[in-house]
């Protein structure tokens, strides 16, 4: 049986030519990137899945990494594009009204007269608050995630309620 995983990082660029990779963090918890962190790489290029974290800088928007056995930038650029997980066992406790984003996909959405809005398919991060993407068989909606419009998440019923204002789903 596969091993259940939550996604922390995505790469998205080789940085320098030593091997250091720029990292676009998606977990609030910066310390899965402390040195010595053992992170899994999906789907794995290289012949190893899971990488060490030698050293990591943390910027404003990314995280540079220095993983052990990546020591040149050919071979961090063979890694752009890989996301980098932890097993799901190792999930941190979030306060209450905190999801986690492989939670809410897949939960369908409706608004508070109980009408299918469509299924949540992505979630999007941004300064102010994440916006969940809301697929329905013909529209995409992008939902603010703030408490005046999401009414309700219920992750165990697979259901988020939310109260539209005018406009929101036009």
Same mark, same amino acid.
């Not at 060490?52 to 910027?59: K, Q, T």
């Not at 993983?67 to 996301?83: I, M, P, Q, Y």
């Not at 608004?111 to 991060?125: I, L, Q, W, Y």
């Given at each position: 049986?596969? !091993?259940?995983?939550? +996604?922390?990082?995505? =790469? ?7 091997? !250091? #990779?720029? $990292? ?9 990137? &402390?040195?010595?962190? /053992?992170?899994?790489?999906?789907? /794995?290029?290289?012949?190893?899945? @899971?990488? !060490?974290? @030698?050293? +990591? ?7 540079? $990494? ?5 020591? *040149?930038? @050919?071979? +961090? ?15 941190? *406790?979030?306060?209450?009204? @905190?999801?986690? %984003? ?5 939960? &369908? $959405?409706?608004? &508070?007269?109980?009408?299918? $809005?469509?299924? %949540? #398919? *992505? #979630? ?8 969940? %993407?809301?697929? /329905?068989?013909?529209? !995409?909606?992008?939902?603010?995630? %703030? ?5 309700? #998440? ?5 259901? =988020? ?10």
């Amino acid at each position: 049986m596969e !091993e259940s995983l939550v +996604a922390v990082g995505k =790469i998205v660029k080789a940085h320098g030519l030593k091997g !250091e #990779v720029n $990292v676009f963090p998606l977990t609030d918890f910066k310390e899965r990137f &402390a040195e010595g962190s /053992s992170l899994i790489l999906t789907p /794995s290029t290289l012949k190893q899945s @899971r990488l !060490e974290v @030698r050293a +990591a800088r943390f910027g404003n928007k990314f995280i540079t $990494v220095k993983f052990s056995g990546v020591d *040149e930038r @050919r071979s +961090a650029e063979e890694l752009v594009g890989s996301t980098l997980s932890i097993p799901a066992d190792l999930k941190m *406790e979030l306060p209450d009204d @905190r999801y986690w %984003v492989d939670d809410l996909i897949g939960l &369908a $959405v409706i608004d &508070a007269a109980k009408n299918p $809005v469509g299924e %949540v #398919v *992505e #979630v999007r991060s941004t300064p102010f608050n994440d916006i969940y %993407v809301v697929k /329905s068989k013909d529209k !995409e909606y992008l939902i603010p995630a %703030v408490k005046e419009i999401v009414k309700r #998440v219920d992750v165990e019923a697979g259901l =988020i309620i939310i109260d539209p204002p005018i406009g929101l789903l036009e």
